[in-house]
């Protein structure tokens, strides 16, 4: 007899996955705040469910482990010593 289930996804709330990494890799540098903000700045994407934020382990630990490199912002350059107009930044 053939099944038609699909696998479903491991989500989990940023408190469960952190326990979890943890058990995995008591060494990880992974903090709890550092999740709480990958989620809040969109990096890692969450299902909401009522109030919770439920983060799918297979798709962030394949993010943890292949990391993209991060392109820096340029900030615009203000000249020292010279003077601006004023409402000029």
Same mark, same amino acid.
């Given at each position: #007899?053939? +099944? !038609?289930? /699909? ?11 952190? &326990? ?8 990880? *540098?992974?903090t709890p705040? #550092?999740?709480? %903000?990958?989620?809040? +700045? $969109?990096?890692?994407? /969450?299902?909401?469910? $009522?109030?919770? !934020?439920?983060? !799918?382990?297979? %798709?962030?630990?394949? #993010?943890? +482990? !292949?990391?993209q490199p991060k392109? #820096?912002?340029?900030? *615009?350059?203000?000249?020292? $010593?010279?003077?601006? &107009?004023? $409402?000029?930044?």
């Open positions: #007899m053939e +099944s !038609n289930i /699909t696998k479903l996804p491991q989500m989990r709330t940023r408190h469960e996955f952190y &326990r979890l990494l943890k058990e995995t890799d008591p060494h990880t *540098a992974v705040h #550092m999740i709480y %903000q990958k989620i809040r +700045s $969109g990096e890692w994407p /969450t299902v909401t469910v $009522g109030k919770k !934020n439920l983060l !799918n382990v297979e %798709q962030v630990m394949t #993010m943890l +482990s !292949n990391p392109t #820096m912002k340029q900030e *615009a350059v203000i000249p020292f $010593g010279k003077i601006r &107009r004023q $409402g000029e930044k």
